[in-house]
């Protein structure tokens, strides 16, 4: 490109000139805006507002077992982990105590090893597949548990043709599996049909079914 000639650097000039004139109130009422004003708008925003959000609350697990004879351990940070055998099919089950607060959904975690190396599955390559998701309400009085019904699931990533939708579809040649995205962390989110409210006492029953047939 040629270089500006001297009248067209004097147009230049002139028009950035104009154009400083012009931006420059308007950079000192934002920049009082910022100082003087904006902090309390602010605090009384964060003091009010209700964002819809959801609130998770990490459940402690208590008793915990394994079917076919993995070794269940709770750990520190409310993580369970499997160790031991590793046989083709699996039902873990780990019942905790139900919250107070009303229920929308279950958010299931699922953790490579301390060093993701491995996992999250326990195959050779760190995949799983979760046939069934299930969740039951153990009333404090005793009588007959209820399941929880859900109608919708979504997770952070699904393996193609394994979506984990079909960890609630009541199929058992379905699941979530996560391949190729081993070795880190993965969510799924399983939303309740309705809100539940629990009464004081109630226990909750969660079933992880494993039945692909190669761990």
């Known amino acids: 490109l040629p270089a500006a000639t001297e009248g067209e650097l004097e147009v230049y000039r002139t028009a950035k000139a104009q154009w400083d004139a012009a931006h420059a109130p308007l950079q000192r009422a934002y920049d009082d805006y910022l100082r003087e004003a904006l902090?309390?708008?602010?605090?009384?925003?964060?003091?009010?507002?209700?964002?819809?959000l959801p609130r998770w609350e990490?459940?402690?697990?208590?008793?915990?077992?394994?079917?076919?004879?993995?070794?269940?351990?709770?750990?520190?940070?409310?993580?369970?982990?499997a160790s031991?055998?590793?046989?083709?099919?699996?039902?873990?089950?780990?019942?905790?105590?139900?919250?107070?607060?009303?229920?929308?959904?279950?958010?299931?975690?699922?953790l490579p090893d301390d060093k993701k190396a491995a996992g999250p599955g326990r195959s050779g390559n760190g995949n799983?597949?979760?046939?069934?998701?299930?969740?039951?309400?153990?009333?404090?009085?005793?009588?007959?548990?209820?399941?929880?019904?859900?109608?919708?699931?979504?997770?952070?990533f699904s393996q193609k043709d394994w979506a984990v939708a079909g960890a609630i579809d009541?199929?058992?040649?379905?699941?979530?599996?996560?391949?190729?995205?081993?070795?880190?962390?993965h969510v799924a989110v399983f939303e309740c049909s309705e809100p539940m409210q629990f009464a004081a006492g109630d226990r909750l029953v969660f079933t992880l079914d494993q039945r692909f047939g190669n761990q």
């Open 84 to 110: 031991g055998m590793s046989p083709i099919f699996e039902t873990y089950t780990v019942e905790t105590a139900a919250p107070p607060a009303p229920v929308s959904g279950f958010r299931l975690e699922v």
């Open 128 to 156: 799983f597949v979760l046939t069934e998701f299930a969740v039951r309400v153990l009333p404090a009085g005793g009588g007959e548990p209820r399941g929880v019904a859900f109608s919708r699931a979504t997770a952070d």
């Open 58 to 81: 990490t459940l402690a697990p208590g008793a915990v077992a394994a079917a076919e004879g993995t070794t269940l351990t709770p750990r520190k940070d409310l993580a369970v982990e």
């Open 39 to 52: 902090p309390a708008k602010q605090a009384e925003w964060e003091s009010t507002a209700k964002p819809d």
């Open 170 to 185: 009541g199929d058992a040649k379905t699941g979530w599996a996560i391949s190729p995205q081993s070795k880190r962390r």
